[in-house]
Structure formats: C-alpha cells, structure tokens
C-alpha cells in the first residue's frame, strides 16, 4: 500500500510528459504547415512576377531571329533582288521643295529626287492612316534605311508578324545604331506592284540601289535582303 502513491505519481507524471511531447507535436505540425504555405504564397508571388516576364521576353521580337517571322522566301514567293547600278548621282540626290510630287522609276522607289527633310525620329512601323510622304522616305533611304512597303492585301496575322518583324529588324545588326528599318503602307498614287506581289523592299546603296518584291511577308527576304544592303552602304551612312 505504501508504492501505490508513488505509482500514481509515475502514471501521472507520465500522462503529463505524453500531454507535452503531443503538444509539442502539434505545435511542430503548426510550424511546419505555416512553413509550407508561407513557402506556397512566396513561390505564388514570384511566379506572379517572372511568368509574365519569361513570357514576355520570350516573345520579345527583338530576341527574335529575323528568318523566324513568316515563311522562307523560295515559299514567299520572292523575286530576285533587281540591282540599279550608279545611283549615288547629283540628280538622283537632288532636294525639291517640300510638298512637290515626284515621279519614281520603280515600284518601289529605292532612289531619286527627294524632300530636304527626312522622317526623324522615325518609327519602325506605319500603317496607311500615319504613313510618311514618299520624298520623306526617300531622304531616310539615302541616309542607310531599308525601308519595306506593304499593300492592303497584308492584314491580319500577316500584318502582325510584318510588325514583330519590323521591330525585329530595326533592332539588328545590319540596321545600324539609328535603327534604320522602316516599314510602311504603300501609296497607290506611286504606282502598283507587280501582279501576285504585296511586299517591295528597298534600299539606296553607296554605289548601286535594290529593291525586291514578295508575295508574303517574309522575314528569311528580309534578312537576306538587309545582309546585302545593311545601313551602312548609303550615301549618306552617318546621317539620321
């Protein structure tokens, strides 16, 4: 009779210790779940903020290959590029008063007579509505721009990739540090392009001039096309 205290007082102390070391195992659990949603809500929160940014950049048109936008030209329907020899001439860079027409001797016009101004600053796409007068784009094409003309037929997700592929071009190598790549709704008043052709680009060599015709909008065209007149093969290269 007299170990029956001391028992109960072993059996107490024992339900005690198994009441602590269940707390403690709930007060671990607590931690360790808080540990896990606070975990959950922080990578919840960058997520939030670099998907879109992956995303972003990841359609960047900048970070963007020129020849990623739209088909190759053998499927665009491309025309050789037509070479005009001798254009770096004192009548081809001839300045006329502002708001006098000129005539061009080809569709599209990659030299000739032109405003005593350029487009400056230039964007590097217009549509028909903002679109800059021909002799202003002339001026930019004597300065090393490459500028790419597209009729009405280009709309939709052609135009869209026309503007990725614009700002991709403007951003290249071959465009230059003044960005020198225009893209710009052409005017009718000019004349038409070719039958089947809705694409012209062109550029005003330091020696010779280009142009070259497609029936899409290609980006390989492009490339190919600005790796044979990059920016600095102008009349005038360093001038904006």
Known sequence: MANKPKSQDRDRRAKVEA???????????????????????????????????????????TKKALNSFGPPA???????VETKEGTNTDATRAHVDDGTVQQYETVPPSYGPHWGAPVFPARN???????????????????????????????????????????????????????KFIASAWDDSYGTFPSGKHVGLSHWGAQDS????????SGDAVKSFMEKFPSTDAPEPNAQ
Do not use: W
């Open 74 to 80: 053998t499927d665009a329907d491309c025309s050789d």
């Open 125 to 179: 796409f217009y549509t028909a509505r903002d679109r800059p007068q021909m002799e202003q784009l002339l001026h930019n094409l004597e300065h090393g721009y490459t500028v790419l003309f597209y009729d009405e037929t280009i709309e939709g997700k052609q135009l869209d990739t026309l503007k990725d592929l614009a700002t991709s071009a403007a951003n290249s190598d071959m465009a230059g540090p003044g960005n």
């Open 19 to 61: 009441m602590r070391r269940e707390q403690q195992a709930r007060e671990r659990r607590k931690s360790l779940l808080f540990i896990v949603l606070a975990v959950v809500v922080g990578l919840g929160i960058v997520a939030a903020a670099a998907v879109p940014a992956y995303l972003d950049s990841r359609n960047d048109p």
């Open 210 to 217: 280009g142009i070259q015709l497609c029936g899409q909008v």
